[in-house]
Each structure stands twice: as structure tokens, then as C-alpha cells.
């Protein structure tokens, strides 16, 4: 049984950073993309960041690009977000997902693309 479980979150001021991690177990993690999403109160989730099974590839949506990097350890089976210059609108609940596929060739933007799914981790930005 694949599991993911976030952490890291927590309440900041507008320019502040922190760190998300997403601790995979149950699968080969190396093997799968990886990605993380959010869902602001009241609004529907929404796409982040992914990163290719070797970490040599990233995408962002526009949003966060300059501000945001996600990266992954593969020896130690976990994901990151950096999250700099946070920003108000950066309130969300942040999901990590791990892709259905192995080996994936592209960087999939779209929830659909992904199979698993961590529980969660509450970001507040207060300005």
C-alpha cells in the first residue's frame, strides 16, 4: 500500500518561506513523478509543481514559478517544496501526489495523471 504523508506547514507572515515535505513508503519512490497541489478555502485544487522520477525536471504553474522550487531525495523517499516570498493568496491546503505511471516521459500538470495522494498540510499566509 503506496502512502504519502505531508508536513511542514504551519501559519506565516506574507515573505516569509517554508519548507513542505511529502515522506513516500509502500513503492519504489525513484520510479514515479511527483508533484505537489493546492486547494485554497472554498476553492477547487489546483496544480503547483512536478518533478520527473530523477529529479531532472521541474514545471511550475505560473503563480508560484521564481518563487516556489520543488526538489526530491530519492535515497531518502521524500519530496520538498521551498516555498519563498510567500504571499497571502498562497493559503491552501498542500497535497503531494505521486504519478500512476513509472518512468513517466512528461511533467503532467493535471490531478487526473496521478494515483495517490497524501492527506495534507495547512498553509495560512496572513498579510
Known amino acids: 500500500q503506496v502512502r504519502l504523508v505531508e508536513s511542514g506547514g504551519g501559519m506565516v507572515q506574507a515573505g516569509d518561506s517554508l519548507r513542505l515535505s511529502c515522506a513516500a513508503s509502500?513503492?519504489?519512490?525513484?520510479?514515479?513523478?511527483m508533484a505537489w497541489f493546492r486547494q485554497p478555502p472554498g476553492k477547487e485544487r489546483k496544480f503547483v509543481a512536478t518533478i520527473n522520477f530523477d529529479g531532472g525536471r521541474t514545471e511550475y504553474a505560473d503563480s508560484v514559478r521564481g518563487r516556489f522550487t520543488i526538489s526530491r531525495d530519492n535515497a531518502k523517499n521524500t519530496l520538498y517544496l521551498q516555498m519563498n516570498s510567500l504571499k497571502p493568496d498562497d493559503t491552501a491546503v498542500y497535497y503531494c501526489?505521486?504519478?500512476?505511471?513509472?518512468?513517466?516521459?512528461?511533467?503532467?500538470?493535471?490531478?487526473?495523471?496521478?494515483?495517490?495522494w497524501g492527506q495534507g498540510t495547512q498553509v495560512t499566509v496572513s498579510s
Open positions: 501526489a505521486a504519478e500512476r505511471r513509472e518512468y513517466g516521459g512528461f511533467l503532467y500538470v493535471g490531478a487526473e495523471e496521478y494515483d495517490t
Open positions: 509502500g513503492r519504489t519512490f525513484s520510479n514515479y513523478g
